[in-house]
């Protein structure tokens, strides 16, 4: 029987101050997918530093949350696994 993946993944900028809250409440998912628009803070150091798979990407226009979405499913479905959207 094939088992389930888990992906959780979440878009981020400037957020070091919560990384490693939000990493240990997602810690029993098979795979941590961010994609970061831009931190200028120590965001992707620490969540590189947790065990999170890194994305950059250039800013999209506020409100876009469709296009965001769409992104980052994407990118989870490439590696073959389940995804949920944790925007």
């Known amino acids: 029987m094939n088992r389930y993946k ?3 993944y979440a878009i981020s ?12 409440a997602v810690s029993e998912a098979d ?15 620490k969540l590189r530093a947790r065990g999170g798979r890194l994305y950059m990407r250039k800013p999209f226009p506020h409100g876009d949350l469709t296009q965001r ?12 696994i389940s995804a949920y959207p944790m925007i």
């Open 69 to 80: 979405e769409t992104l980052l499913l994407i990118m989870c479905l490439k590696m073959q």
């Open 31 to 45: 795979e941590v997918i961010v994609t970061d628009t831009g931190s200028t803070d120590g965001t992707v150091e």
């Open 13 to 24: 900028k400037n957020e070091e101050q919560f990384v490693d809250r939000w990493m240990d």
């Open 6 to 8: 888990i992906c959780v």
